[in-house]
Antibody, heavy 123, light 107 residues
Framework: VQLLESGGGLVQPGGSLRLSCAAS????????ISWVRQAPGKGLEWVSG????????YYSDSVKGRFTISRDNSKYTLYLQMNSLRAEDTAVYYC?????????????????WGQGTTVTVSS | DIQMTQSPSTLSASVGDRVTITCRAS??????LAWYQQKPGKAPKLLIH???SLETGDPSRFSGSASGTEFTLTISSLQPDDFATYYC?????????FGQGTKLEIK
């Protein structure tokens, strides 16, 4: 099972960027996936999550209204559209497979992570 | 949102020491708590899920426990490879919040 992020880079404040996360080795549509970020020298921050079908999406307060998570199950790919970027969005962004839960019982934690892609927001 | 308060933020210890890291949830999360290990420049690695279930292949010197809203990660005898940063995370409800992290340093 592998997750591979791409799309990071340098962007000016107020700009936009779209991250991608390509999955392999799993039945992609069966798994909820999240984006987690880590600012330089800081801890982990959960950013956004999406259900396996894509019908349900979740966001942290810090990105709500600016970021949009989506997925294309036919392409085994997860996306994060980031708009109105701020300096405080500068971070390494990881995609990670959510805990597998069924009927109210979870059987794993976030057991698969990508290697991360770096987003720098600066003028 | 559920807040996760992790302590200490830094821990200095020696090889062979027994160490404990604590994480407290601001409300009930049942046992839906995970512990991760992260080394510099690397993605986090899942160590424990459901508060006390050790991932397959990870050393038995790592253990997790829970008492109400307080959760503990214990390393029974530190090895050189264990010096890293550790995070707790609740996955009872969105947003899936992390603790602030504990950097385990060599004394």
């Amino acid at each position: 099972v592998q997750l591979l992020e791409s799309g990071g880079g340098l962007v000016q404040p107020g700009g936009s960027l779209r991250l991608s996360c390509a999955a392999s080795g799993l039945t992609f549509s069966s798994h909820a996936i999240s984006w987690v970020r880590q600012a330089p020298g800081k801890g982990l921050e959960w950013v956004s999550g999406i259900s396996g079908t894509g019908a349900n999406t979740y966001y942290s307060d810090s990105v709500k209204g600016r970021f949009t998570i989506s997925r294309d199950n036919s392409k085994y790919t997860l996306y994060l559209q980031m708009n109105s970027l701020r300096a405080e969005d500068t971070a390494v962004y990881y995609c990670a497979k959510n805990p597998y839960c069924s009927s109210g019982v979870c059987y794993t934690g976030m057991d698969v992570w990508g290697q991360g892609t770096t987003v720098t927001v600066s003028s | 949102d559920i807040q996760m308060t992790q302590s200490p933020s830094t821990l200095s210890a020696s090889v062979g020491d027994r160490v404990t890291i604590t994480c407290r949830a601001s409300q009930s999360i049942s046992s839906w708590l995970a512990w991760y290990q992260q080394k510099p420049g690397k993605a986090p690695k899942l160590l424990i899920h459901k508060a006390s279930s050790l991932e397959t292949g990870d050393p038995s010197r790592f253990s997790g426990s829970a008492s109400g809203t307080e959760f503990t990660l214990t390393i029974s005898s530190l090895q050189p490879d264990d010096f890293a940063t550790y995070y707790c995370q609740q996955y009872n409800s969105y947003p899936y919040t992390f603790g602030q992290g504990t950097k385990l340093e060599i004394k």
